[in-house]
């Protein structure tokens, strides 16, 4: 995928162009009931909705991420094929605040044609000033298949004879999140320090499921860079509740992170927000890198 940049109105304009040549077509999916047997053409924004499509949707959806591998999702910018992608589409996996391009995209389509993840994760936690919803629900196990559920909803009103098949697939990745919510659990329960510093801010509902506290070296953006003094007060922080580890990412430099323990004394290990897949990922899938994320912070904090 070409990923490049254009101005507002460009998009609009390549957009409503390729809206216009597809006027009364749903997509290759063909509408509300599977039509011609042809699997709904979902187009998800980044891994977290990719992999939910994919897992929820089973055999019966072909997902395409808009988000490349190694790609930090927050500023991804569309190219003219992107924006073909989400105007074919059956159905659009996104999440509104998350990534303004993808905002921006989905507004010029036909309604109905997009399904924001941001109602069902009811993203009730907030950062900074109050007013900035924190958008990373999936590290939330529970919250995650919840979303799922909602999902499976949506794609039976598409495709109405594969219903079951989606509420199926929706109750089995459940089924999973809660093993991987248990494991988290119980794997957290006794750690001695139950304070996690990050890159970015984007562990708050992991935090906030297992008892943690989070600080951050950046805002919910990982371009949103300290201030020195916001650097100072987090290396401050680092000494006054003893941590031990300050955690990295896999789609972020590490410098911030580097300076910070070297001049606390803590060490750095990876801590994967799974906003994205790349080379450098510790595991395969969700799941795999949120096992890996356990066994990381279970040595980190430290966890017996």
């Given at each position: 995928m070409v990923v490049m940049s254009m101005k507002p109105g460009a998009v609009v304009t390549v957009l409503a162009a390729a809206a216009l040549a597809l006027t009364g077509c749903a997509g290759s999916g063909q509408g509300t009931d599977g039509g011609d047997g042809a699997p709904l053409d979902v187009v998800a924004a980044f891994y977290p909705l990719a992999f939910l499509a994919e897992e929820v949707g089973g055999p019966r959806v072909a997902v395409t991420e808009l988000a490349p591998?190694?790609?930090?999702?927050?500023?991804?910018?569309?190219?003219?094929?992107?924006?073909?992608?989400?105007?074919?589409?059956?159905?659009?996996?996104?999440?509104?605040?998350?990534?303004?391009?993808?905002?921006?995209?989905?507004?010029?389509?036909?309604?109905?044609?997009?399904?924001?993840?941001?109602?069902?994760?009811?993203?009730?936690?907030?950062?900074?000033?109050?007013?900035?919803?924190?958008?990373?629900?999936?590290?939330?196990?529970?919250?995650?298949?919840?979303v799922g559920e909602e999902l499976a909803t949506r794609f039976a009103e598409l495709d109405t004879a594969g219903r079951d098949a989606f509420t199926a697939a929706a109750a089995d990745l459940s089924g999973r999140l809660t093993d991987l919510d248990t494991e988290w659990a119980q794997g957290t329960a006794q750690c001695a320090n139950r304070y996690l510093v990050t890159t970015h801010a984007s562990f708050g509902y992991l935090a906030r499921r297992y008892d943690l506290t989070t600080r951050a070296i950046t805002g919910l953006t990982p371009e949103d860079e300290p201030s020195a003094q916001e650097l100072s007060a987090t290396a401050e922080f680092v000494r006054a509740n003893g941590v031990r580890t300050i955690y990295t990412e896999t789609l972020v430099g590490t410098d911030l992170a580097d300076t910070l323990a070297a001049e606390t004394g803590a060490r750095t290990a990876l801590l994967d927000p799974v906003e994205g897949l790349n080379d450098e990922s510790p595991g395969a899938d969700y799941l795999e890198i949120m096992r890996a994320n356990l066994a990381s912070v279970r040595t980190g904090q430290p966890c017996p």
């Open positions: 591998p190694g790609a930090e999702p927050h500023d991804l910018e569309l190219s003219p094929a992107d924006l073909r992608d989400l105007a074919e589409a059956d159905i659009v996996v996104y999440l509104s605040g998350f990534m303004p391009a993808v905002d921006d995209a989905v507004a010029q389509l036909p309604a109905g044609r997009a399904w924001d993840a941001a109602g069902p994760a009811d993203l009730d936690l907030t950062y900074g000033d109050g007013d900035t919803p924190d958008p990373h629900f999936w590290l939330d196990p529970a919250r995650y298949a919840a």
